[in-house]
């Protein structure tokens, strides 16, 4: 897949996630309040996007000298930086106590910074994989296993919920997506997948009030979503590239995928900043404009320090 195109998918997946995130945190009492429920899709496809770029990545560069390391960086850094300054504003009586210790490191002063934790985790199970493994197909095996296991673990224990298992399976099917290298696409493909979607998520609605229905059928129609889009995209790209990667709607969203990880750890933030503010559509509007705006600095600020270490350093 371009990689532009997979940025543009990005950036639709996490309009998704924080759009969810406003409807079920702040707009209780609209009448589309009930659309935080799809937020789990945007989340699912976030991940798949993620697993699909580690393993194109890996498949052209392997394991790169500080590859961990760098990812760390990319993913972990950031996110301490966001934990601290939230903690600064919005809880400083926290400073001296052993809750800011958790907030800091595991992100337990925002609702959905889990995910963060979560795929430095996949990152280092993915190296030990393929580590194990000559062969990218029975690593790929081992990484599915591991995954099942720990969605039956979270089934029996049932510490945490579905949207953090279907995420974890968006991040595998997306290293499957990258192994098998789908170029091409067929219409009997994508109504096979869109055709999945809809009945895995009628059965979600339907059969939310049991929970181990919720949780597969959660799982089977975010991972059957994740490839609906995908074939998608690559319809787009193969019959109309030249119009399609020329739209405004496109550029936008290749605009919001480049900062989509600066937006996803601060959207919550910013949300509790403007969550006083009278006016439900014209929060909508600020709340989308003051986090891409402060994801587009952040994202800038962060690269043009990681730039100039790394300059230093080589000197």
């Not at 998918?9 to 009492?29: D, N």
């Not at 496809?45 to 390391?69: I, N, P």
């Not at 966001?82 to 907030?103: H, K, M, Q, T």
Request: glycine fraction near 6%.
């Amino acid at each position: 897949m371009n990689i532009k195109l997979s940025t543009s998918l990005k950036g639709f997946a996490i309009l998704i996630v924080i759009f969810s995130h406003y409807y079920r945190y702040i707009a209780v009492t609209s009448l589309l309040h009930p659309l935080y429920h799809f937020g789990f899709l945007g989340a699912a496809l976030f991940a798949f996007l993620s697993g699909y770029g580690v393993f194109m990545s890996y498949s052209r560069k392997g394991f790169y000298k500080g590859w961990f390391v760098k990812k760390i960086i990319k993913v972990y850094i950031p996110f301490l930086i966001v934990n601290l300054l939230a903690e600064l504003y919005f809880y400083p009586e926290r400073l001296s106590g052993d809750r800011f210790i958790s907030d800091f490191l595991l992100g337990t002063n925002d609702l959905v910074l889990w995910y963060v934790p979560f795929i430095l985790i996949f990152y280092f199970i993915f190296f030990i994989s393929f580590k194990l493994f000559k062969d990218d197909r029975q690593s790929i095996f081992f990484l599915t296993l591991v995954y099942v296991i720990y969605v039956i673990v979270c089934e029996f224990s049932q510490v945490v919920g579905s949207p953090w298992y279907t995420s974890v399976g968006g991040l595998v099917l997306g290293v499957w997506f990258g192994h098998l290298n789908i170029k091409t696409y067929s219409i009997k493909m994508g109504l096979s997948y869109l055709g999945l979607t809809i009945v895995f998520m009628v059965l979600n609605l339907k059969l939310r009030e049991i929970s181990l229905m919720k949780d597969w059928t959660t799982i089977f129609a975010a991972l059957a979503f994740c490839g609906l889009l995908f074939v998608i995209s690559l319809f787009l790209f193969n019959n109309i590239k030249h119009l399609f990667l020329s739209t405004y709607i496109f550029e936008s969203l290749v605009f919001i995928g480049n900062v989509s990880y600066w937006i996803y750890i601060t959207h919550i933030k910013v949300l509790n900043l403007i969550s006083g503010l009278s006016g439900m559509h014209g929060i909508l509007i600020l709340f989308f404009v003051i986090t891409v705006v402060e994801s587009y600095i952040l994202n800038s600020l962060f690269n043009y320090l990681e730039s100039n270490l790394r300059i230093k350093k080589n000197d």
